[in-house]
């Protein structure tokens, strides 16, 4: 193994995080491993149809699935994935970043707090990149369960339309995964309010996490995995977690990483595994707290 070309099944959109992940890696995958690493996407149904493409693929390893958190909260939110959770297995999880909420620079929001208890005549308005996104589901979750405050969701299709709205003033505050916000917080033309993390990052110093802003506990971020079909022999999703790790060490790989706001994660298959289900519970328990379903 791998005996023939590789086909890595991205399941959002060519220019999005997971697809930026899956080219870096995938490129030295192929390398290592002799074989050419052959690219597709295929967004849809928030991430589903691409991981059933490599749910129903033969399970020799030549078939790939590189998602994001949705493959872990789908299978609480959707009522129909078109395919059964345990027909894919987690093989590698290369990289996290928080949730972030954000305002546009001339909010007269400070900091969290002032956000949530300050005065207002109105719901708080905000955007993210989509509905049913882990960015949409933590920012539910946080208004509605824990500061418990009305708010008014502006739904966005990508996280391009929704920043731009944000940066132009016609929506004063965004929750979404930090990466694609780094750039706009030190430039000046948006303000980071809270990261939805254990503790601050480096790209962006002067952001606080939910617990320095008076919310401990609250956790919630967006990450990219390496899946296979479940019935994938088990040397071959340990040939390739090894093969992934070893990439993830390289300096530029890292270096790359970082640019995309990710912190790389290093583990086995069964440290993976174990990162995963704890992730479906989290998010799952957060879906059904809020009530949320997709038909």
Do not use: C
Request: hydrophobic share 45%; aromatic share 8%.
């Amino acid at each position: 193994y791998p005996t023939r070309p590789i086909t890595i099944t991205v399941a959002f959109a060519a220019g999005g995080l997971a697809d930026g992940v899956a080219r870096l890696i995938g490129e030295r995958l192929g390398e290592r491993l002799g074989q050419k690493m052959v690219i597709e996407n295929k967004g849809g149904a928030g991430g589903n149809l691409g991981a059933r493409t490599v749910a129903q693929s033969n399970p020799d390893g030549h078939a790939i699935l590189v998602s994001t958190t949705a493959t872990a909260i789908n299978p609480t939110l959707y009522k129909n994935l078109g395919y059964a959770p345990n027909d894919i297995r987690t093989v590698a999880i290369v990289g996290s970043a928080p949730e972030a909420v954000v305002v546009y620079p001339r909010h007269p929001a400070q900091d969290l707090a002032a956000l949530v208890k300050g005065p207002r005549d109105k719901p708080i308005q905000y955007a993210t990149p989509g509905v049913g996104t882990g960015s949409h589901i933590a920012a539910e979750y946080f208004f509605r369960s824990i500061a418990k405050i009305e708010t008014e969701l502006v739904p966005f299709q990508g996280g391009g339309p929704a920043i731009n709205a944000v940066v132009g003033g016609h929506v004063p505050v965004i929750v979404g995964t930090l990466p694609p916000f780094v750039p706009h917080i030190n430039g000046g033309t948006l303000r980071g309010l809270a990261l939805a993390s254990a503790k601050r990052v480096e790209a962006v110093p002067s952001v606080p996490t939910f617990a320095e802003a008076g919310y401990a506990g609250f956790q919630a971020a967006s990450w990219v995995g390496f899946f296979v079909p479940a019935k994938t022999p088990n040397a071959v999703s340990a040939k390739l977690n090894g093969a992934i790790n070893d990439i993830l060490k390289e300096a530029a790989v890292q270096q790359r990483l970082k640019q995309f706001g990710l912190a790389p994660i290093i583990a086995d298959v069964a440290g993976a595994e174990r990162f995963f289900k704890s992730e479906a519970d989290h998010w799952g328990n957060m879906v059904r707290a809020l009530n949320l379903s997709i038909n």
